[in-house]
């Protein structure tokens, strides 16, 4: 499905970034994994390399814009172009537990620099390694928590928001040029980034939906795998929830 494709993914350390990885690879794509966590993030470049796909790690902080655009010049100099980007790195755990008016302002601050202003700004620095012909896509990874409301998580929450509200409009500016972008709305899932998340909370999720249960990264994963290919091209500006039916858009 995405063999010859070179597919950016951020926060592909672990969790849902590294099963995104995962899939790519095993769909054929090759991989530049950016995080901010370098030793967890090569070695996850090192387990698929050791399954015979071509992966490589780059360093990248998205509270830094000098840090992206060292992403940006690094692919540039290794790859040279790109056909996909997964922007899916963000603060995604300890986020919640409190309402509207206990949030900290430097935690707020941090979630919109990270979540929001560094997807736009990785957006910014990788489109130009799209060439026209090149078929280009991005996935923007945001929440379900953005599109049903989740009490006790406002800085995430608005912070998704603004992800998904980013991908519509970009989808008319980068349609021009033939590049796709969707965004995922996953469910809550069951890895580390949840670990904090009470028990009851989960089962809240677990029990909503259609298909009841627990659901883990690997559950959503050959969603963006698709959403990553040529013949994604219909569905760009659009929003896909990957939740197992607990909210409908
Ligand atoms: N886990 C869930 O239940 C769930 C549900 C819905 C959406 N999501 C979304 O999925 C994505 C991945 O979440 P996850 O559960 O794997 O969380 P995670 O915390 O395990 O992974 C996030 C990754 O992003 C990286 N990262 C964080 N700050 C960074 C920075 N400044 N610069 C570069 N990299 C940075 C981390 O090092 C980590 O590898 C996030 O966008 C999250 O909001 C997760």
């Known amino acids: 499905m995405l063999k010859g494709r070179t597919i950016v993914v951020t926060g592909a350390a672990r969790g849902v970034g590294r099963a995104i990885a995962e899939a790519c690879a095993r769909h054929g794509a090759s991989l530049v994994l950016a995080d901010i966590r370098a030793d967890q993030c090569r070695e996850t470049a090192t387990a698929l390399t050791a399954t015979g796909a071509s992966v490589r790690f780059s360093h990248v902080d998205l509270e830094s814009p000098e840090s992206i655009e060292a992403l940006a010049a690094d692919i540039r100099t290794h790859e040279g172009h790109i056909h996909g980007l997964v922007n899916n790195a963000a603060i995604a755990t300890d986020v919640g537990g409190k309402l509207f008016d206990e949030i900290d302002i430097a935690l707020w601050d941090r979630v919109m620099q990270v979540n929001v202003r560094g997807t ?9 390694l799209m060439p026209a012909g090149s078929d280009g896509r991005i996935v923007n990874v945001a929440s379900d928590t953005a599109l049903w409301g989740a009490p006790k998580l406002l800085a995430y929450v608005s912070s998704k928001g603004a992800v998904l509200s980013m991908t519509r409009s970009l989808a008319r500016e980068l349609g021009p040029r033939g590049i796709g972008i969707t965004v995922v709305a996953p469910g809550i899932m069951r890895n580390e980034a949840t670990d904090y998340v009470p028990a ?7 029990d909503g939906r259609a298909v009841p249960g627990p659901q883990m990264p690997e559950d959503i994963v050959d969603v963006v795998a698709f959403l990553l290919t040529k013949g994604a091209l219909a569905l760009t500006g659009q929003v896909l929830p990957v939740n197992a039916g607990f909210v409908y858009v």
């Open 200 to 206: 009851e909370r989960h089962r809240f999720y677990e």
């Open 120 to 128: 736009w700004l990785v957006t910014r620095a990788l489109v130009p």
